[in-house]
């Protein structure tokens, strides 16, 4: 079988029985580049950032996946009422260039009897990871099929969810895999807050207190050249004044999430609830010295 000419402006989708097989193939030996952009669907700014930074790589075919991964949901999260939304996400691939879609269904990505999974290793149970148990080993699962199936040479992740794209580093690294991955800075909306697929669930007063996350980094990150205590501080007195949002945890760590140092480029991160809504922001922040935003947002 020979491979398609993928073409910009020319969406393929795979989304049938064997398409696993199907897309690999067609893939495979397509003389170009290879960009993909793993989402779970209901495309926002953000994941159209993803997919515009990866369009910039030249000689490119760009490639996204829409799949609502079962295993990165635990039992009392909210995998059964994600927001789907695909017809509008081909709409908004098909307009952004994307040639391939590939949209697996569950028993495609793991047919009955799947037992083996990816352990992210200790920094798998922390943040994140100590309040959603198991979430980072579906997280890599399902990273390292499709860079199995897809065999991009570029895969692109937002920052918004750094603990996630650090651990995706690790496991590249780890073991032996080939892409390069590509973070891209956080898309926010004109207050601040984060694009999440999820920010669609706040009601309306909570969407406007959802502000206090990006608030309360911006505060933290001007007072990194006064040190981690007074980052903590700052970040904590901002947050006080948002009484509903329950904070999960605040940490300052180094740029690889490893204990944060006590001068220079380090990671702030906070998380918590609106109501029923989870929230998670970061920012890079630079501690101690003299350094401006500008070199703190350079940071990692
Ligand atoms: O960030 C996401 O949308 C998901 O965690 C990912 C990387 C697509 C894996 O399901």
């Given at each position: 079988m020979t491979a398609p000419q993928f073409t910009r402006g020319r969406l393929n989708v795979y989304s049938g029985p064997s398409d696993v097989t199907r897309v690999a193939r067609a893939l495979h030996g397509v003389g170009r580049k290879i960009a993909l952009i793993p989402t779970m669907g209901a495309l926002h700014e953000g994941h159209l950032e993803l997919i515009r930074r990866a369009r910039?790589?030249?000689?490119?075919?760009?490639?996204?996946?829409?799949?609502?991964?079962?295993l990165q949901f635990g039992p009392n999260e909210d995998f059964e009422r994600y927001p789907r939304a695909l017809e509008g996400d081909l709409r908004a691939c098909e307009a952004e260039g994307v040639e391939v879609v590939f949209n697996p269904s569950v028993p495609d990505v793991y047919p009955p009897g799947s037992a083996v999974t990816v352990h992210p290793g200790p920094l798998g149970d922390e943040l994140e990871g100590a309040i959603r148990p198991g979430h980072f080993a579906g997280v890599l699962t399902v990273v390292a099929k499709l860079l199995n199936i897809v065999d991009p040479d570029y895969a692109l992740f937002g920052e918004k969810d750094y603990q996630q794209l650090v651990l995706i580093k690790r496991m590249v690294a780890d073991l032996n895999l080939a892409a390069n991955i590509v973070g891209?800075?956080?898309?926010?909306?004109?207050?601040?807050?984060?694009?999440?697929?999820?920010?669609?669930?706040?009601?309306?007063e909570d969407r406007k207190r959802a502000v206090v996350l990006s608030a309360a980094l911006t505060a933290g990150v001007h007072a990194g050249r006064f040190g981690a205590d007074a980052v903590l501080e700052a970040v904590r007195n901002s947050v006080a004044?948002?009484?509903?949002?329950?904070?999960?945890?605040?940490?300052?760590?180094?740029?690889?999430?490893?204990?944060?140092?006590?001068?220079?480029?380090?990671?702030?991160l906070i998380a918590g609830r609106l109501g029923a809504v989870r929230l998670i922001d970061n920012a890079a922040v630079q501690l101690g010295g003299e350094a401006t935003a500008e070199q703190a947002e350079a940071g990692e």
């Open positions: 910039r790589i030249p000689n490119t075919v760009l490639a996204v996946s829409i799949f609502v991964n079962p891209v800075p956080t898309v926010r909306e004109s207050d601040g807050l984060a694009l999440s697929s999820r920010n669609v669930y706040l009601s309306e004044a948002v009484p509903e949002f329950h904070v999960d945890y605040l940490e300052l760590r180094a740029g690889d999430l490893s204990p944060a140092p006590d001068e220079g480029p380090a990671r702030l």
